[in-house]
């Protein structure tokens, strides 16, 4: 009878482990970015971060693209370190070596987002936007809104780090008069980077001419 009991709580012990949850990714669960672009050429931006951390690490830091300045964390000024690819703000004081979901809005200016191209000898106005810029861990979900200073009709490009142009397969937006709005149909990979391109009007940036 023992021998019966003990191959039974064997038996119990092991059905519980096959159906206890494994533990989720450490990820950004959700990042919605916001740019609003001025006809001097110049964006103001504004993400909010879901940071999901499941296991505690005690140096954490958010990538914005190369070149932000302004940057402002939950209001107040940003503690950052520059390098050739992005502006990278500390958040180890605030949740280093922490575990759990935490929420912070990060704000910031981009200089001279539109440029003029020369291409096939004939010159455009291109609007070239960073909206991601290499976070160390996966992204769950991105959403993002770009205001522009007049209505267009014209269709964006995007392209990142791993898939190159291939990442619009993983996209979906739609642009409704001076704003383009999309988001990620699928996770993103830790690191990836995606940039969107937009050929603009003359008239809307006047001053960049």
């Known amino acids: 009878m023992k021998r019966r009991l003990a191959v039974l709580l064997v038996c119990v012990l092991m059905a519980a482990a096959c159906i206890v949850p494994v533990a989720a990714e450490t990820a950004a669960s959700m990042i919605q970015n916001y740019s609003t672009v001025t006809s001097n050429g110049d964006c103001q931006v504004s993400v909010t971060v879901t940071f999901r951390l499941e296991h505690a690490t005690e140096t954490i830091r958010f990538p914005l693209p190369a070149g932000a300045e302004n940057v402002r964390r939950d209001g107040s000024q940003a503690q950052t370190t520059s390098t050739a690819n992005a502006v990278y703000v500390e958040l180890s004081d605030v949740i280093g070596g922490l575990v759990g979901t935490f929420t912070m809005r990060f704000e910031y200016t981009l200089s001279d987002v539109v440029v003029n191209v020369v291409e096939d000898q004939k010159s455009n106005l291109v609007l070239q936007l960073p909206l991601l810029s290499g976070f160390v861990y996966p992204i769950s979900e991105l959403q993002f809104a770009?205001?522009?200073?007049?209505?267009?009709?014209?269709?964006?490009?995007?392209?990142?780090?791993?898939?190159?142009?291939?990442?619009?397969?993983?996209?979906?937006?739609?642009?409704?008069?001076?704003?383009?709005?999309?988001k990620s149909l699928?996770?993103?990979?830790?690191?990836?980077?995606?940039?969107?391109?937009?050929?603009?009007?003359d008239v809307m940036f006047p001053r960049v001419l």
């Open 146 to 182: 770009v205001t522009l200073p007049g209505a267009t009709n014209a269709l964006p490009a995007f392209a990142s780090g791993y898939h190159k142009n291939a990442i619009e397969q993983h996209l979906t937006y739609e642009v409704e008069g001076n704003t383009i709005r999309g």
């Open 186 to 201: 699928k996770a993103l990979k830790d690191r990836e980077t995606l940039t969107m391109s937009l050929v603009v009007d």
